[in-house]
């Protein structure tokens, strides 16, 4: 359905965004992706969270405990597919993942903790690409731990270069010791489709806003059969999952204003990263190339309580420091 049909001023309304699809795969440095190897110079020191006890601290996983339970699960899972058995653990299995309860000691957040790769995209992959003049190639890294002074949570930085400016990569990235297993992603490679968004409901003109919950209400009366969806907020308007450009949905708190802590200037959008990559087991955002039993959240980052992680940028400077909310 396109919803300009219906409310054509809608158009003043909107902007494109790229849906990056992750799937799980083996992104090279070479690739766009998301929680994969970052074409990082060599010689460039590699970034460090140094907040020490300032961190929230709950339940801290080493990173090799975190993929190891991941492994664990994953192959439980298809036993119970191959077999139609339900779905269970071994006594083996079960001895190697850690009691929901333990955590390693808090200390091990004292020393700098390496940031984690996030997200890794070429100019050439993403049409909504915002950068420097000149860079081709954006990096998110962010600090695997919450951050009471982000919102409890992670620490997001930021770097754009010119990716033939690195002749001489770094072989692998430094681990930080401990994690929120929450924050660290699977290797995902990305499968970027440009959509069309429309602006969050909140943020509409009054009238326009009132026309269209008329409209869905009217259709809900109806009682009407319409696989492509007549709700305004969960099928026409903000796609959910890992993306970049687009907007922002506010509906875990009333929309405020995103202000570049260094100028005022009003941000943008530059990246979602989010819990699900759609809602439900048939819901209108759902690749149709997906398998039914495709996991909807296929880089195992969990935002809150699922929610998502809205990156901003200024659009004044891209030397400024971005800013997040979770929503």
Same mark, same amino acid.
């Given at each position: 359905?396109d919803?300009?049909?219906?409310?054509?001023?809608?158009?003043?309304?909107?902007?494109?965004?790229?849906?990056?699809?992750?799937?799980p795969?083996?992104p090279?440095t070479?690739?766009?992706?998301?929680?994969?190897?970052?074409?990082w110079?060599?010689?460039e020191?590699?970034?460090?969270?140094?907040?020490?006890?300032?961190?929230?601290?709950?339940?801290?996983?080493?990173?090799?405990?975190?993929?190891?339970?991941?492994?664990?699960?994953?192959?439980?899972?298809?036993?119970?597919a191959?077999?139609?058995?339900?779905?269970?653990?071994?006594? !083996?299995?079960?001895?190697?993942?850690?009691?929901?309860?333990?955590?390693?000691?808090h200390?091990?957040?004292? !020393?700098?903790?390496?940031?984690v790769?996030?997200v890794?995209?070429?100019?050439?992959?993403?049409?909504?690409?915002?950068?420097?003049?000149?860079?081709?190639?954006?990096?998110?890294?962010?600090?695997?731990?919450?951050?009471?002074?982000?919102?409890y949570?992670?620490?997001?930085r930021?770097?754009w270069?010119?990716?033939?400016?690195?002749?001489?990569?770094l072989?692998?990235?430094?681990e930080?010791?401990?994690?929120?297993?929450?924050?660290?992603?699977?290797?995902?490679?990305v499968?970027?489709?440009q959509?069309?968004?429309?602006?969050?409901?909140?943020?509409?003109?009054? !009238?326009?806003?009132?026309?269209? %919950?008329?409209?869905?209400?009217?259709?809900?009366?109806?009682?009407?059969?319409?696989?492509?969806?007549?709700?305004?907020?969960?099928?026409?308007?903000?796609?959910p999952?890992?993306?970049?450009g687009?907007?922002?949905?506010?509906?875990?708190?009333?929309?405020?204003?995103?202000?570049?802590?260094?100028?005022?200037?009003?941000?943008?959008?530059?990246?979602?990263?989010?819990?699900?990559?759609?809602?439900?087991?048939?819901? %209108?955002?759902?690749?149709?190339?997906?398998p039914?039993?495709?996991?909807?959240?296929?880089?195992d980052v969990?935002?809150?309580?699922?929610?998502?992680?809205?990156?901003f940028?200024?659009?004044?400077?891209?030397?400024?420091?971005?800013?997040?909310?979770? !929503?």
């Open positions: 359905m919803i300009t049909e219906h409310f054509p001023e809608l158009r003043e309304h909107s902007a494109t965004a790229t849906r990056l699809h992750p799937r795969g083996r090279t070479a690739d766009s992706s998301v929680g994969g190897q970052l074409l110079p060599a010689d020191p590699w970034p460090v969270c140094t907040d020490g006890d300032a961190h929230y601290i709950f339940e801290l996983r080493t990173p090799a405990t975190v993929r190891r339970s991941r492994q664990i699960y994953a192959a439980a899972q298809a036993r119970a191959a077999s139609g058995a339900p779905y269970d653990l071994t006594e !083996q299995e079960r001895a190697e993942i850690p009691d929901y309860d333990f955590s390693e000691p200390d091990l957040v004292d !020393q700098p903790i390496p940031l790769p996030v890794q995209l070429y100019r050439r992959d993403v049409p909504d690409f915002a950068g420097p003049d000149g860079a081709d190639l954006l990096q998110v890294l962010w600090c695997p731990l919450d951050h009471p002074e982000e919102g949570n992670p620490r997001v930021l770097y270069r010119r990716s033939a400016d690195v002749t001489r990569p072989d692998a990235a430094p930080p010791p401990v994690v929120n297993d929450a924050y660290l992603p699977i290797p995902c490679v499968h970027p489709e959509v069309r968004e429309y602006q969050y409901a909140g943020l509409l003109p009054e !009238q326009l806003r009132a026309r269209i %919950t008329a409209w869905e209400e009217e259709a809900e009366e109806e009682n009407e059969e319409d696989e492509t969806g007549r709700s305004y907020h969960y099928d026409l308007s903000l796609a999952g890992w993306k970049v687009g907007f922002a949905n506010w509906s875990l708190t009333d929309p405020h204003p995103m202000n570049c802590a260094e100028c005022g200037t009003t941000m943008t959008l530059l990246l979602t990263a989010d819990s699900s990559e759609w809602h439900g087991t048939g819901g %209108t955002w759902r690749p149709v190339e997906e039914a039993d495709a996991s909807s959240n296929p880089t969990s935002i809150g309580r699922g929610y998502a992680l809205y990156v940028r200024c659009p004044a400077s891209f030397e400024h420091r971005p800013a997040t909310a979770m !929503q």
